[in-house]
């Protein structure tokens, strides 16, 4: 059955970051809710989600966060292990489906009444972009939603199908995303960049240049190929090619300068 998400009123969600922003974590964790009074749901496609539904997911996401030193804040590596694990959780488990998932209000829902102890705890600015929705590629729990959807690969023969979850940092997947309407919006075509980027061998120092450098390669093929009908293992063939020129092109450069 699919499940319909409580969404918040974006007046609601503006003046309930500016509270958020004066409190800890541990009384934004009292004090979250499982509902609002300016909750709303989308009109038709599904049930409402049960409240206890919910609940079992806002327990799972912070016992995440727990595992991860929370309420004190992360470091790096705790930060992008939660990251990872959270992705799975909300793809997996929490019932969304694609069309619920552009919303922002629903999202904005998760991280100001439902989670408002882990979104500071994960973002400890409440960036308006990280909780209000507004950008969903850059809010605390939208994005990663998205970057599971992306990666979930069935195709793998691997037993774990988020695997590739952990294959790139998140600016490194950013990058990829930002091109949604043209690269980022295609899960078969994100899967296959990311099985032959790990099958590459490119120097650490390079790694950001021969990914941007390899983005405006395949854009400017985008216009003549349709990625999307080639089988996977064309697929993966092609954008070797493309990702042999690039690494040839950033890394001889290099080291030619170093010469």
């Known amino acids: 059955m699919v499940y319909l998400y409580p969404r918040l ?32 749901y989308a009109a038709t496609g599904g049930a409402r989600l049960p409240e206890r539904t919910l609940g079992v997911l806002r327990e799972a996401v912070r016992a995440c966060a727990g595992e991860r030193g929370y309420p004190t804040k992360p470091n790096r590596k705790q930060a992008a292990s939660f990251d990872i694990e959270v992705a799975t959780i909300l793809h997996r488990d929490s019932g969304v489906v694609p069309a619920e998932a552009v919303a922002g209000d629903l999202w904005a829902f998760l991280s100001l009444v439902v989670l408002p102890d882990v979104a500071a705890w994960r973002f400890a600015d409440l960036h308006r972009d990280r909780v209000l929705g507004t950008d969903v590629t850059r809010h605390v729990f939208g994005r ?9 690969d069935e195709e793998s023969g691997r037993e774990d199908l988020y695997a590739s979850l952990s294959v790139l940092s998140e600016s490194d997947f950013d990058q990829i995303y930002a091109r949604r309407t043209s690269i980022g919006g295609s899960p078969h075509l994100v899967r296959a960049i990311v099985r032959v980027w790990q099958t590459l061998d490119i120097p650490p120092h390079a790694e950001r240049r021969v990914l941007r450098d390899f983005l405006m390669r395949v854009l400017r093929l985008n216009a003549f190929i349709s990625f999307d009908s080639l089988p996977a293992e064309v697929l993966d063939e092609e954008l070797d090619g493309v990702f042999q020129e ?5 890394v001889g450069a290099n080291t030619g300068m170093s010469a």
Do not use: F, G, I, T
Not at 14 to 22: N, P
Not at 144 to 152: D, F, I, V
Not at 246 to 250: A, E, I, L, R, Y
């Open 9 to 40: 009123l974006p007046a609601a969600a503006s003046h309930l970051r500016d509270e958020h922003l004066q409190r800890s974590v541990k009384y934004l964790r009292d004090h979250s809710a499982l509902s609002h009074p300016s909750m709303y």
């Open 144 to 152: 990663l939603w998205w970057r599971a959807h992306l990666l979930y």
């Open 246 to 250: 690039s690494v040839s092109v950033v």
